[in-house]
């Protein structure tokens, strides 16, 4: 339970406490729950509502309208992700807990309507709400009187109800929780819940959702309309009445997609088939990308866009539920950006070996890490972007009508004669070179695929000078070959800093840990969960990370660790060598 409670709040008896946040962060109200402990009345509880007025000084009492739980966990970008509603802050805390955007509002299933749902109104960006009631008619209830303030708030939103399997009437999403082989046998309800039973229950409740939820109100719908269609044609009182005519729906027009921000594997399958051109997939944090691969059931995303990198190969998915899909070319671009930590951790694999080195790293060819400039100078006045965007919005619609030829196939640009023996020429050094024996693996692997890159290279920025003239190229030109080959060394220059300055992520990240723990910032003993959690330190940032550290400073015999015998599971604990110690007095 939250220690940094205000003083109004009352303590005896208290069993844990809400605070709710503004979109910046800030406490703005908090629910408290309250527990009898004795035996005669155990099992008793009650609630307490406290709000922050505008002096600052908090009272006790709800405000009118009560505030929203789990604002502060909205997406705060236009983006395709579900927002959950349910009944109840216990439940909502804990969909926080497996990262998920949650909302709920106070008082019980009878007050949804005297929440200030309107707030939504600042999201309209959000296209998908999921309702998950509780298993009783109150909980129905409170989702009806919800739906109705989401319809006035985000009117474009679709609205979904996902019941969850519940056996004992009033259970809930804990409940479900609870009942869950991911879940700890130990968990309360109230805590937290460590990786990775956190990522693992988040999967199977969305794929849960996914399979099971229904738009909300359109069972009603349908029997209306119905009913009203069997009234107005007079069926049922005749059997030569007539058959109501239903006009053959008109067929789905197709879009045309550029990219696509966060879809399962099956879903780009099926939006590939309709833009054979290929797709980019955007990803604002590509940590999250790539930590999707670890979630049980998508064990084969990986290999996925492992085999989208070519563009040159045919791909069938093959689905029970889905049918069977045929991509006449795979092909994905991937762009994003992710910070030097997370990244450090998967370089490392890539390095080492094993199941991190598939290739996947060494496919991230325009790769670069830029440095702060080291002078900053304040640019006055006005910048025309009309002036600016006007050329390149003219490139990207001459692009964009870019077509394949009469057989449906992709056009192929040749090299002129003077670039291909340029060309030649680079290709027998780069050969030669990566055949020497003298580079890295990692590094040969990644120098290996430049070949394409410079090709690609070469593609597009003939395109791009072409099209300033609304022309479109015949052959690829000596000048664009000598182009493209300044940007491979650019592009080779940044990853050999990225690729080094894993060999020392490590030890860098073992000498933050042992300053923390002299600094004590780190109470001895201390588990691996002591040093990830709530910290977010470079290098020590999660489970994984840490267990490599503190790895490599027993090896040195910096810590010791011990296995130390709980109620639960036996937990490994970890002890500073004491000359460490002495070296901080």
């Known amino acids: 339970m939250s220690v940094d409670l205000p003083d109004i709040v009352k303590k005896e008896h208290l069993t844990y ?128 009187a919800v739906y109705q303030e989401i319809k006035k708030a985000c009117p474009e939103a679709i609205i979904r109800v996902c019941s969850l399997p519940l056996d004992d009437k009033g259970d809930d999403f804990v409940d479900w929780i609870k009942q869950h082989s991911y879940c700890q046998p130990d968990w309360n309800g109230f805590a937290p819940i460590d990786e990775p039973f956190s990522r693992y229950l988040r999967s199977a409740f969305e794929s849960y959702v996914e399979k099971n939820c229904i738009a909300k109100g359109s069972e009603e719908v349908y029997k209306h309309n119905y009913k009203d269609s069997i009234n107005k044609n007079g069926l049922g009182k005749s059997l030569n009445a007539p058959c109501l005519q239903i006009e053959e729906p008109p067929k789905e027009p197709i879009e045309r997609r550029y990219k696509s921000e966060d879809s399962t594997i099956e879903k780009l399958g099926e939006l590939l088939v309709k833009n054979p051109q290929g797709l980019l997939v955007y990803r604002d944090e590509l940590k999250g990308w790539l930590l999707s691969f670890d979630k049980p059931g998508r064990e084969n995303d990986r290999q996925f866009f492992l085999e989208s990198w070519s563009g040159k190969e045919d791909f069938n998915v093959d689905r029970i539920g889905r049918g069977e899909l045929y991509i006449p070319a795979l092909f994905l671009s991937i762009f994003g950006s992710i910070q030097p930590g997370p990244l450090a951790h998967y370089v490392r694999s890539a390095i080492k070996g094993g199941l991190g080195d598939d290739g996947l790293i060494q496919r991230f060819q325009v790769i670069v890490w830029p440095d702060m400039p080291p002078d900053w100078v304040l640019v006055k006045g006005e910048a025309s972007m009309v002036a600016l965007e006007a050329p390149v919005h003219e490139i990207f619609q001459c692009l964009n009508q870019l077509q394949f030829n009469d057989e449906e196939q992709p056009i192929l640009l040749p090299f002129t004669e003077e670039a291909q023996a340029h060309f030649d020429k680079w290709q027998e050094q780069h050969e030669r070179r990566l055949r020497k024996g003298d580079l890295p693996p990692h590094m040969e692997s990644h120098l290996a695929k430049y070949k394409k890159l410079l090709a690609a290279l070469c593609l597009s920025l003939e395109h791009q000078h072409c099209a300033i003239d609304r022309q479109y190229p015949k052959a690829i030109s000596k000048q664009r070959l000598e182009d493209a080959l300044l940007w491979l060394d650019y592009f080779e220059s940044h990853a050999k800093r990225i690729y080094g300055s894993s060999a020392n992520a490590v030890p860098e990240a073992a000498k933050n840990l042992i300053q923390r723990i002299q600094k004590g910032e780190i109470k001895e003993p201390f588990s691996i969960r002591d040093v990830y959690y709530k910290h977010h330190w470079s290098g020590l940032s999660t489970a994984e990370e840490v267990q490599e550290v503190v790895d490599y400073l027993e090896e040195k015999q910096y810590l010791i660790g011990k296995s130390i015998k709980t109620a639960g599971r036996p937990m490994i604990k970890y002890w500073a060598h004491p000359q460490i110690l002495d070296l901080s007095a």
């Open 17 to 144: 406490a809400w605070k709710y946040r503004a979109e910046a962060g800030n406490s703005t109200a908090i629910v408290a729950r309250y527990d009898q402990t004795d035996k005669a009345k155990k099992g008793k509880k009650w609630f307490h509502q406290y709000h922050l007025q505008g002096d600052g000084e908090w009272e006790e009492g709800a405000p009118t309208p009560s505030p929203i739980f789990g604002v502060d966990t909205l997406p705060k970008r236009h983006c395709e992700q579900t927002v959950y509603i349910f009944e109840g802050e216990k439940c909502a805390q804990a969909a926080h807990y497996l990262e998920l955007p949650a909302l709920t509002s106070m008082r019980g299933a009878n007050q949804a309507q005297h929440a200030d749902w309107a707030i939504l109104a600042q999201y309209r960006y959000l296209k998908q709400f999921v309702l998950v009631p509780d298993n009783d008619e109150a909980g129905k209830s409170y989702m009806d």
